[in-house]
């Protein structure tokens, strides 16, 4: 099957790993993969929300490249390919895990709307509707909800607000969504700590088993093994403390799962993957 679009055509976040800028007047021109209408959480606007099921992942299904942050690599990448793809003009690159063999595609949704058992859920579906952005006169750091979300409504599911209080669902919210804040933060420095050392380069991946379409992976971006050897050791050292050395090395071995990503769409154990320059 030849791949209809490069991972970061679809759906293209406004900042590096899915964080959201979104006024209060209006919806930004870009938004981050999969909200539609982002608005500043308030118990007398919101008060009558209510989550749906949260085990129910069908929201994410046509969703195949999901943004991660440096703090997910030791789980994400048992599972996935996790790759960095190029940001808008003036931003690094964001980090994000490859679902399936298209953007459009999450091969790990079934048809009931479970992730598949044992692996790996992306924070950032994890928190959906939810997101951190700036708002206000003074830009400051707010919780948002997607009232767009299909997650949402009014008569069944989680209460987001009782008596005017945010219920333990959305304390547990508010608190994940500042905790992936601060994540995505450390992340920015990371990823922005690669371009400058100029170790990122563009990769292709090809797929195939026997006779089956080849599968293929275009604009993205991996470490490049060549170049990091060629890091200074006073720079090369300097990673080491914030634990980048470790995430460099998760991400290298992440790649390898391209062929499970394969076999997975494919239906087939024997199908390959090759890393092409």
Known sequence: MAKRKQPGESNAASGPNGE????????????????????????????????????????FRKTGVAPITLSEFPAAARHYPIVFLAGPPGQPPSIAAILGSDPDENLFVGADGRWQADTYIPAYFRRYPFITGAAGADDRIAVFVDVGSDRLGTSDGEKLFEGGEPTALTKEALEFCRRFHRDAAATTRFVQALVDAGVLAERTVQARDGNAPRLAWRGFMTVDE??????????????????????????????GQFAGIARRKLGSAAATEEVIV
């Open 20 to 59: 959201a800028a979104p006024a209060t007047s209006a919806p930004p021109p870009v938004l981050p993969v999969l909200y539609v209408r982002p608005e500043p959480l308030d118990p007398k606007r919101h008060g009558s929300l209510r989550l749906r099921d949260r085990a129910d992942m069908s929201a």
């Open 226 to 255: 060549r170049k990091l050897a060629d890091v200074p050791d006073a720079t090369f050292l300097s990673w080491r403390k914030p634990g980048w050395l470790g995430a460099i090395y998760l991400h290298l071995f992440s790649v």
